[in-house]
């Protein structure tokens, strides 16, 4: 008469068990690293929008909102070839920690007495990045003065 487990079915029992535990701590370590760059992309979106609010309430002639890199009016997204990098639409130097800010701008694009504007902010040594573009007009600029 059998009155218990053989040392064989307690040690598959434990095998069984520490697999699915071995899986339950893999996904766990999945969900933590989906967290901290959903974290940072929000953290890098909220930077960029807070700049470009900035750049549209700035004065279209901001001296941090000058074209001075017009060899890259083709290539906006670029964060190599840039006009401005970390610093503010008045041209003043900023330190956004781990996250890294470029300015391009094109002007007289896509029509005269306009600025073309793109916000680049990027982490992760530049391989994520979040963009925001806007055109900003001379017109408007002045008609809220």
């Keep these: 008469m059998n009155n218990g487990f053989t040392l064989i079915e307690v040690l598959i029992a434990m095998t069984v068990f520490s697999i699915g535990i071995l899986g339950l ?3 766990q370590i999945i969900s933590i690293r ?8 929000t953290v890098a979106g909220t930077i960029a929008q807070m700049y470009m609010e900035n750049i549209i309430n700035a004065d279209f002639n901001a001296s941090g ?9 083709d290539d906006l997204d670029s964060t190599v070839n840039r ?3 970390n610093m503010d639409e008045d041209g003043e130097p900023v330190d956004l920690g781990m996250y890294n800010l470029v300015l391009n701008v094109a002007g007289d694009t896509p029509i005269p007495n306009t600025k073309t504007i793109v916000v680049l902010v990027t982490w992760n040594n530049g391989k994520q990045v ?3 573009t806007t055109i900003k007009s001379m017109s408007t ?3 809220r003065l």
């Design 141 to 143: 600029a002045s008609s």
């Design 130 to 132: 979040r963009k925001l």
């Design 83 to 85: 006009d401005y990098q």
């Design 65 to 73: 909102l000058e074209d001075v890199n017009s060899s890259n009016n």
């Design 34 to 41: 989906g967290t901290t760059l959903s974290d940072t992309a």
């Design 25 to 27: 701590m893999a996904l």
